[in-house]
Each structure stands twice: as C-alpha cells, then as structure tokens.
C-alpha cells in the first residue's frame, strides 16, 4: 500500500526526503472511540473485501507503532475494473485531532454557561430563602431578649446554660444566614482581627454536636498561632463545613483533628491555587480525618460547583466551592491531600495578621 505524505503523517510513519509516495508495513492498530481494539477480521477493509461496498464516514483511533493515538475519520472505497473485478480501495483519512479539540472547547464553554446560569439560579432562591429565614430568626432573637430577664430572675444556672446555648445558636444561624446573601449577592465583607484558637475553641461544643458521639475530636492549636484577617462568620462556617463533610466521610466513626500553626511559604515550596499569592508568613487551619478518603478524579474535581459523592438529596455540591472562594477573597489558600482509605487533609492559609500581603482592616493594620 502506499499514501502520501499527511497519511503518512497520521500513521507515525516518517518519509524519505523526496519520496512522493511512503510504503507502509501496516504496524498500527485500529481502536474503537472507547479505546477497545478491531480485530483484523472487523476492521473495514476486511469488510470490504467481503461486501465488496464503500464504508463512509468511519470514525476510528489509529494506534501508532510508538503508543500515541489519533482519532480518524475514514471513506473507503473499493475499485473496480470494467469486468466488475476489485482491484484494490481507496482510503481517504481526515485526522480528527484539531476538531475534537474544539469540540471539546466547545462543550467547556457550554458547560461553563450553563453552570452560570445555575448559579444565577441558584443565588435569587437562595436570597429569597435567607430573606424569610432571616426575619424568623430575628422573631426568635427577640423573643429570647425578652426572656433574658426571666432567666435572670430565675436565678437558676442549667436554665442559664439552655438560654446561653440557644442565644449562641441563634448568633450562629444568623451568620450563616448572612453567608447565604453574600453567596446570592457582593455585599461588603467585616473583616476582623481573629485569634484562630480562640475562634476554635469557641466552635468545639457546635462541631462536637455536628460529627456525632462516634468520632472524637481532636483540638492541635499551636500556643503561638499569630492572628488573621478574616470574616468571623465565614471563617466559622468554613470550617463546621469541612468539619460536616469529615462526618460523612466517617459513617463508622474515626477521628476528626482541627490544628493550627504557622507556615512560611514561597513559590518554591507552595503550588499556589490563588492568583493573588504572595510569599510570606502564613497562619495554617488543618482540618484532618481518619475517613474513607479520595481517589485522584474525585479530588480533581473536588471544589467544583455543584460536585458531590453524596447521595442525591444529601448534598448541593456548593459547601466546598464556597469555602474556597471565601479563603481565595482573604487572599489565602486552601489546599487539601487526600487518599483512598487514608483520610483527607484540608489546610486553610491565611496571610498572618501585620503581615505586607494582609489585606487592610480600617486602614488599621498593626502586627499580633
């Protein structure tokens, strides 16, 4: 058989200079487009041979001799002499690797509108919800100001504690409620001076009562942790939401270890994910559990909007992409390790509070 030179090309055969025609071995194998070999007999010129008709608009996977793979669309078509006997075929081959690489742009950005548009969706429910939930919560709030005094009166200190444990979880819930509007809509940000021990400690009793008697967890808070810059809210319900997640991923319990230390970090030493990444110091929230941990294609995808391994009505696929954008906004990193049946390792990076790649607070901006 002889082709020419682009054919040649799509074979992984190289040509002597000069030569206008190339002799090929036929070394290459045809695959299908899920990647599974043609046997001989089945490939299209074996069919020929037997129905003695042209095969149209073949698409195929020529396998080179050295590995590497092209996907091909093929016509072949058998010649015949004036006495109706087949001299031989006439294989044209167009090589499909251009075109499916903007096919595939194609579906990219077709599958960035449409997450778009669920987003935008998503934001104008979300908003009416935290609206509603909102004036709930403030009708509650109300009513607990004016049991304060009753409780006062009663002078009673487990009926102290019911009261202070629903105060605090009203506090929280509106937080989260305001979260739920900064996701639907920009709204400014407070940004506060956090000790992220303090925040921690604070939040034990909540992500005890979240992850469940089954799993223990474990308080690491390096005494020298430096202070950050961040939302109090947000930085909260960050990392109850990594803490939730860790349960789900504990059903038969384990252990759940929030930590804090300090990091230095640097281009040479740090695969960024934030485009605003500065070297320098850096405060370090470790969110790490025991659980059934994360393949390699789940971990790709993991921050992706509206991804999850939950069960359909067990999760929206937001709480992670969330996260991330409210440590990106802090002009922080998040970073997270994880192995099948090893457990995963979130890390949340926070420029140091005084640090020069902090973002200012009032225009205040002195050192812990």
Known sequence: MAYNRKAAEIWGETPS??????KFCGAHKLLTLQGVHVPHEQTPLA??????KAVTNFRTIV????????PVLANIVPLFDDAGTMLGFMNSVQDLRHQIEQELAQQHLESALFQSQKMEVVGQITSGLAHDFNNQLASMSMALSLMEKEVETANSSRLSKYYAL?????????????????????RAKRLERVDPNQILLGMASLVRTAIGSKILLNLSLAPDARFLKANKQQLESAVLNLAINARDAMPDGGTLTISTHEA?????????????????????ISVIDTGCGMAPEVLD????????????????????SMVRGFVNEMNGQLTVESEPGQGSC????????????????DGVDQPR
Do not use: M
């Not at 509106?174 to 996701?183: D, K, M, S, Y």
């Not at 960024?272 to 320098?280: E, I, L, Y």
């Open 47 to 52: 069919e020929i041979l037997v129905t003695r």
């Open 301 to 320: 995808k993991v921050f992706a909007p509206f991804f999850t391994t939950k069960e359909d009505g067990q999760g929206t696929g937001l709480g992670l």
């Open 17 to 22: 200079v000069g030569d206008s025609q190339v």
């Open 63 to 70: 396998e080179r001799r050295d590995g590497s793979r092209v």
């Open 166 to 186: 629903c105060k605090e979880s009203v506090e929280r819930a509106t937080g989260l409620a305001e979260n739920l509007l900064r996701f639907s809509r920009k």
């Open 264 to 284: 230095h970090l640097d281009r040479a030493n740090f695969s960024h994910h934030n485009s605003n990444f500065k070297p320098g110091s850096y405060t370090v």
């Open 346 to 361: 979130f890390r949340l990076h926070f420029p140091c509070y005084g640090s020069e790649h902090s973002i200012a607070i």
